[in-house]
């Protein structure tokens, strides 16, 4: 019996290659092949994660997959050719990389690829390795601290909705909206009327050409691309140190 391989999700930061993990650079280069989504402004294009790896992996080992994001039918016709190429590898023993922006298991599009490739080759092993997300990046480029002592964090995506945004607002210390870039005033104003215009920051192409990173007051104004993130962290500044840690028995830092 033929032995079936591997299909790692290799997360590759959000852009700056610098936020590349030690084990996605090596997991790059051991796969036989590396998949990368390809460009979706440009078909043919280098794509932003394959501009990220693309210091680790000759160019032979690199394939490029068109995905689209508008018409269900023709997502549905990519993400069956990118799944049979990735299988195809795999029913021969060997071992594909998929690079995903950010981490594997946040929003990508690994998700579809693994259901499509186990349909096609059920014995195939699927692992990840994580990578660093925007929101961290964006925490870390401002200076927000995700969460301190009992906070909670909500990931948003604008595509959700504004009432689902709205209620993140109203309920989370921290909350995060992905999604939103082409939207951009309109969730702006949701922030508004939440009255957390103050707490926010936006990061557009965050490590990528063409990066803006923006805090209030002064926020981006306009529409931004469809790589935008959007942070809204409490005002700390007037509390005192450890102010958000509950002092109650049991509780952890
Ligand atoms: C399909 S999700 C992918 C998320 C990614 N897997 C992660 O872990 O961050 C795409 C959304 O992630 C956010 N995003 C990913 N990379 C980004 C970047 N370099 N700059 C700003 N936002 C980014 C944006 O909100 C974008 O709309």
Do not use: N
Not at 40 to 61: D, L
Not at 90 to 100: K, L, M
């Amino acid at each position: 019996m033929s032995r079936v391989g591997v299909l790692v999700g290799v997360g590759v930061g959000p852009g700056d290659p610098e936020l590349l993990t030690l084990k996605a650079v090596r997991e790059l280069r051991e796969a036989d092949r590396v998949f990368v989504p390809e460009t979706a402004t440009s078909a043919g294009g280098a794509g932003r994660a394959e501009t990220v790896v693309a210091a680790h992996v000759a160019p032979e080992r690199l394939v490029r997959l068109g995905f689209a994001m508008g018409d269900a039918g023709e997502r549905d016709a990519r993400w069956d050719a990118a799944g049979a190429a990735i299988a195809e590898v795999v029913r021969g023993g060997g071992t594909a990389a998929f690079a995903t922006l950010g981490d594997p298991s946040v929003y990508s599009t690994f998700a579809y690829i693994v259901h499509t490739v186990r349909a096609l080759a059920p014995a195939v092993t699927v692992r990840a390795v994580p990578g660093i997300t925007a929101m961290q990046d964006l925490a870390a480029r401002t200076g927000a601290m995700l969460a301190e002592g009992t906070d909670s964090v909500a990931l948003v995506p604008w595509t959700a909705g504004e009432a689902r945004v709205r209620a993140a607002l109203d309920t989370f210390e921290t909350v995060v909206i992905y999604k939103g870039g082409r939207q951009l005033p309109r969730l702006l104003d949701v922030v508004r009327e939440a009255g957390r215009e103050q707490e926010a920051s936006v990061g557009t192409h965050l490590g990528l050409e063409g990066e803006v990173v923006s805090t209030a007051p002064g926020l981006a104004a306009g529409p931004a691309p469809y790589f935008c993130t959007v942070l809204v962290t409490p005002e700390r500044g007037g509390t005192a140190r450890g102010a958000r840690l509950r002092d109650t028995e049991g509780s952890r830092a």
